[in-house]
């Protein structure tokens, strides 16, 4: 049984991640204009001024998950959606759907047969879509350091000068716990529980259906303020480090770690009545 | 080994690809599947190895239900179409990382398997590299190399040259015994009165004719 969980999580790392190298060096272009795009509208700013403001590995996090306020109708005004914001949780979710039961059309059952177990194969996606949206993160931070090392500080305590300059934040008080269970912790638990939803309606639906209902979700949450969108947490100009109308961020991770438990069970129950083709 | 079809129904969104067919399947025999294009030989297949469940009815492999005992067979080898190997793999290290699932044969086994088939066991080309005939062959490479109980080979000749259909037939026939059960469809009507002594054809989902082939030996 151990054998058959290691050979099918590396035969989904392989084909979906390491023969996805393209996409992911995609990926990487993606975050390097995101980087730079933000270090040099920083340096602009501050260019004339006496203070010395240079960009930190958690500036660019902030500049990253910052989102944008809830739509309201009174104020007459339409909704601004961060681009950087929805492209960077749109395309996880779509490479997760484009691969979530693509080896099965593709003769996977060659090894189904040998595990002998579909719930196995399921756990292994499970953990594929995880594994597959902590490197997603994790090539950000690294894009971030990197871009930190050459043309910033490499600091991971925001800056209140460009806080306040750029998004009129004020990070009085803030802990670094706070502020990288915010930025880094939290968004990821939610994208990994996402995507594992995701999968799951892949189980019944196609991957686009299932695509479009993720990213239904992903607009909704911009519209509205509500604490049962997850991606509310996901938004520094929603939580602003804290939470959602009375429910907190760490509330907020636990409730990610359940979605993940919940799908894991559905997805278990789902699968055995499945046809693998 | 013993496998038994009961009112094997299966629907696939409104269309009835398997009509209450009920079959029984005995070890040392090697079972023709033919039929047209569409016929349900496939889907036949499908159904014994679990990959897809009955709509009505079941299959049962020495009176274990597929589906609701076990959802695969315990010691089976499958080639449907071409099956999914990693493509930036040799072939040699495809059929390992397969081996190493259940861990019954060693590496010298994977490479009789290969040269049996044709395939050299020393090439880096990756799978993706390779040319149709070449994945067939890998495929059944996989599918015999553990020496399974039920082996099923789902249009084992494509794409594959005359050599290699020797070759292919060879193992086909050493692979037979007491035992084990093989299946096998085709469309080359002389292939499977060269092989089978039971020849079951389908058509529209359903057994239409069962009859024995007395082969010369």
């Known amino acids: ?277 | 080994m013993k496998i038994c079809i009961e009112n094997l129904t299966k629907k696939i969104s409104k269309n009835v690809v398997l009509d209450n067919i009920n079959l029984d399947l005995f070890g040392g025999n090697i079972y023709g599947f033919v039929g047209r294009n569409g016929s349900g030989k496939t889907m036949l297949m499908r159904a014994i190895c679990g990959l897809i469940l009955p709509s009505q009815g079941c299959v049962k492999i020495d009176d274990k239900i597929i589906g609701k005992d076990m959802s695969f067979p315990p010691n089976a080898g499958v080639l449907i179409e071409y099956p999914g190997f990693i493509s930036s793999y040799s072939g040699f290290k495809n059929l390992k990382i397969i081996s190493s699932i259940q861990k019954k044969i060693s590496d010298e086994d994977i490479r009789k398997a290969m040269i049996e088939v044709g395939l050299n066991p020393d090439e880096k080309k990756n799978y993706r590299k390779y040319s149709l005939g070449m994945k067939q062959k890998l495929g059944i490479a996989a599918a015999v190399m553990e020496n399974p109980k039920l082996l099923i080979l789902d249009e084992p000749f494509n794409a594959l040259d005359e050599e290699s259909v020797n070759k292919v037939r060879n193992i086909i026939l050493e692979k037979s015994n007491e035992d084990n059960i093989i299946i096998i469809s085709c469309h080359d009507y002389e292939e499977i009165n060269m092989l089978c002594n039971k020849i079951i054809k389908l058509d529209s989902g359903k057994v239409v004719n069962i009859r024995e082939n007395f082969i010369e030996v």
């Open chain 1, 1 to 277: 049984m151990k054998n058959g969980f290691s050979v099918i999580i590396k035969r989904f790392i392989v084909e979906g991640i390491i023969e996805k190298w393209k996409l992911f060096l995609f990926v990487i272009l993606l975050f390097v204009s995101i980087d730079f795009i933000f270090v040099k509208n920083v340096s602009n700013i501050f260019n004339e001024s006496e203070l010395n403001v240079k960009v930190g590995i958690a500036d660019m996090f902030m500049n990253l998950f910052l989102g944008n306020p809830p739509f309201s109708s009174e104020e007459n005004q339409g909704i601004n959606i961060q681009m950087i914001w929805f492209v960077f949780h749109s395309l996880i979710f779509s490479f997760v759907a484009y691969y979530a039961t693509n080896d099965l059309k593709n003769g996977s059952y060659i090894f189904l047969i040998k595990i002998k177990s579909k719930i196995m194969w399921w756990l292994c996606r499970v953990l594929w879509c995880a594994v597959f949206v902590l490197i997603y993160y994790f090539l950000f931070f690294i894009v971030s350091c990197a871009f930190a090392c050459l043309f910033g500080s490499i600091s991971f305590t925001p800056n209140q000068n460009i806080a306040g300059a750029f998004w009129e934040l004020d990070l009085t008080g803030l802990s670094n716990y706070q502020f990288w269970f915010s930025v880094f912790f939290l968004p990821l638990i939610i994208s990994i529980a996402i995507s594992i939803v995701e999968v799951t309606i892949c189980l019944v639906l196609k991957p686009i259906l299932s695509l479009i209902i993720v990213i239904g979700y992903i607009i909704v949450s911009e519209f509205y303020s509500e604490p049962y969108l997850l991606f509310n947490y996901i938004m520094i100009l929603r939580d602003n480090f804290m939470g959602i109308k009375n429910i907190n961020n760490e509330a907020a991770f636990f409730i990610a770690v359940s979605i993940i438990a919940f799908c894991s069970i559905i997805g278990s129950t789902i699968i055995k009545k499945k046809d693998m083709i």
